[in-house]
């Protein structure tokens, strides 16, 4: 029963993946449930913002060249002939020497060509007529917010593939998107092995552990963009799971399963991949944690089997699941985030293969700095909730000292790469 | 009506907002859940992490001292005793020469103290009995993850006001978690103000824009981690607004108006705080966009008066609102992170006021970057889908050029700052 598995380079891997990518299918929501969702379409501004030339403050509307003489010493006095609150329109064109009063926002009414703050301005009344009085000049233009300056009618302003944020939102709010199309979600469906998994809410036993993986895994599906389909426990039966398994396929977009992947007797997944006639992608990968991650493909759809170790779970689904769920939504940046930080503290640990160390990057001055955190093992739990980052050691080297420069895949970082880490390549290559 | 308004440094308003900052209360949700909530308490390990001697790895359980002649040329043979699965506990003790076939995370059984990956191994019967030789030696403790080693019984696991992810989410399964108490989401009502807005499925009409602010802010209000009650908008009608914000008031725990806080006639947001009796902490910041920004307190919650402008309303939102959202929530860091960023490109215009830039920052080589992006004007919506950051460009400079050194508020970052942005206080200070 014990198989020979020849380990692949983790690039290797994840290209291997990237193959069975999949993108998913338009659906519309509205504006108020968009927030997080990834943009199904372009979106294109139908007209200019803004719609018209219009005031950026409270004041008066004027002809630049009423202003030129204007000082201190020789205030320059205009008639105010109409009053125009932000949503109305003046019906009036200005003449020499008139003025109109605008709210911010107002559309600037005909004739006028600059605007002045109304701190600025003296105002009074003579009988029935309005007056105010300036003592600087202004130049064309002045105060005035073009129309189209911010964005012009048919310029593409949001990329398919968007996630949608607060400030995407008051985009598509402006232009008129009550609903929005976005990507269909996939469902993503997961099933723990194991007969050593209890229920989160069981009293430990000797023995046994409790089941993290599934409620981790569902998280980072969400995280991911994805639906979660917790599809529950299965024990260590063949038939069983292999039911379980088949059953799963017909309602999911991504099976992940967690454990059941070691080379050990009672590990059977990829005796099930093999019996539903799925193409395994890899059963064995060259890094740590992580090693066992099995990849398997059917009916366009992948399969992952991940480790039944926490750490080990958390970083196959980093790697491989999360791109697979961020190409589906169209991200344009599919990839963890991959950038150069400095190693904070000394990491002995030799590094047989590519090594992926949970760690918490943060910034000072302006340098990225990464920290190795709590128990860098397979089976640790505590430095999943600390780390917001995978410090990348390639193969084949003995440790590093604090003050190297390191590649760190920042996994908790809203931007990508658009790239299957080419630095990844490269030092793996040397 | 007009009235003279006194502009105060933006980290004095921030302090001034800061002083009236609330904690929320408690409440259970089920673990499922929980992402993205805020922990109401510390979590501290009620067993130790692992909560046994177990093996890491698929393989067999030995007694170190007999490994110790163990080579090529002379292997050691043992007596595999017994099986045991993971979650499945040996009865057994381990004599000299005898081991236990055990699985990945199974308990270590009596006796041994040390663990041979299965790949190491060669394995055969002899008549009922069965065997496995080994090439070479191992010291106690090797390849045994010890009971404890991840995490001790008693020790603080996670602080309250940590933000729930899906790591976290895994250490919170691990210590039977069904249950998680975070911190009750406070209720912030938003109202829109202003004749000109349009709804946002209404067909654009000259003067008019769409209201995009309260769509946006709901996002910013969810994004911050508080629940959005959209109140609908006012009118510019005095008693009406006026009735509308003090009903408001009973049913949430912020208000957010967007709108009438400039210094015009149909401005009269200041009016209806004075009317309600609520204590305005500050109606002019010396700051661009946003400079019309008001903040009031009245009966122990926090009134924001935040600008009509798209930009301004989204970075008065970011400044003021969100680190009281935050406090609310027990985050330790509820300011947007400070950091230290080079600018990527000239930014001519001079600051007679602390400006804050939408920019989009990026890494490069292990450093910031800051790119501003699209107009940089109070009323630009673009730049906002764009940006991840603010630059700050303290008051009274002339503008700055590509590679210098710029502070920037990184507030799309998970991680916060823990100060009202000491760095701040410094350079508009200087």
Redesign the interface.
């Known amino acids: 029963m014990?198989e020979k598995r020849t380990p692949i380079p983790v690039y290797e891997a994840a290209a291997l993946v990237s193959r069975h990518h999949k993108h998913g299918e338009i659906e519309w929501v509205h504006?108020?449930e968009s927030?997080h969702r990834y943009l199904a379409e372009d979106v294109t501004a139908d007209?200019d913002?803004?719609?018209?030339d219009?005031s950026?403050?409270?004041g008066f509307a004027v002809r630049a060249s009423d202003t030129a003489g204007a000082s201190r010493e020789h205030p320059v006095r205009f008639e105010v002939i109409d009053?125009i609150?932000?949503?109305?329109?003046s019906e009036k064109t200005l003449g020499p020497f008139q003025a109109v009063?605008i709210?911010?926002?107002?559309?600037i009414p005909e004739g006028a060509d600059a605007v002045v703050m109304?701190?600025l301005v003296k105002?009074y009344s003579e009988g029935e007529k309005q007056y105010m009085e300036l003592k600087r000049s202004f130049q064309p233009g002045d105060n005035i917010?073009k129309k189209g300056?911010?964005?012009e009618k048919g310029s593409v302003?949001?990329m398919k593939g968007?996630r949608i944020?607060?400030?995407?939102?008051?985009?598509?709010?402006?232009?008129?998107?009550?609903s929005v199309p976005v990507v269909k979600k996939p469902v993503i469906g997961i099933i723990a092995t194991?007969?050593?998994?209890l229920?989160?809410?069981?009293?430990?036993v000797?023995?046994?552990?409790?089941?993290?993986?599934?409620?981790?895994?569902?998280?980072?599906v969400?995280?991911a963009g994805g639906t979660p389909l917790y599809l529950g426990k299965i024990s260590?039966d063949f038939e069983e799971s292999f039911d379980a398994v088949k059953k799963a396929l017909e309602k999911v977009d991504f099976l992940i399963t967690t454990g059941g992947v070691?080379?050990?007797?009672?590990?059977f997944l990829p005796a099930i991949y093999e019996k539903l006639g799925a193409e395994v992608l890899f059963n064995k990968i060259a890094m740590r944690p992580g090693s066992v991650t099995t990849v398997a493909h059917l009916d366009g759809k992948l399969l992952f089997g991940l480790s039944?170790?926490?750490s080990a779970c958390?970083v196959g689904f980093e790697l491989f699941v999360k791109p697979s769920v961020r190409t589906w939504l169209l991200d344009q940046k599919p990839y963890a985030?991959c950038?150069?930080?400095?190693l904070s503290r000394d990491f002995p640990k030799p590094n047989p293969f590519t090594r992926f160390v949970r760690s918490f990057v943060?910034?000072k001055?302006?340098?990225?700095q990464a920290e190795p955190v709590?128990?860098d093992?397979?089976?640790?739990?505590?430095s999943?909730?600390?780390?917001?980052a995978l410090v990348v050691l390639p193969g084949g080297t003995r440790g590093y000292e604090a003050g190297r420069?390191v590649h760190v895949l920042l996994y908790?970082d809203?931007?990508g790469s658009e790239q299957l880490w080419p630095e990844m390549f490269q030092f793996s290559r040397s």
């Open positions: 014990i504006l108020e927030l007209h913002v803004p719609a018209f219009r950026p403050y409270d009053h609150g932000a949503g109305a329109v009063r709210m911010t926002g107002a559309q109304l701190e105002t917010s300056e911010d964005a302003l949001l968007t944020t607060s400030g995407v939102i008051a985009l598509l709010a402006t232009f008129g998107y009550a194991g007969t050593e998994l229920n989160v809410s069981d009293p430990l000797p023995g046994k552990i409790r089941n993290s993986n599934a409620s981790m895994v569902m998280a980072q969400e995280e260590d070691s080379v050990g007797d009672f590990d039944g170790n926490p958390f985030l950038a150069v930080a400095v943060s910034v001055d302006g340098m990225l709590g128990l093992k397979s089976s640790a739990v505590t999943l909730a600390d780390a917001n420069r908790r809203e931007n």
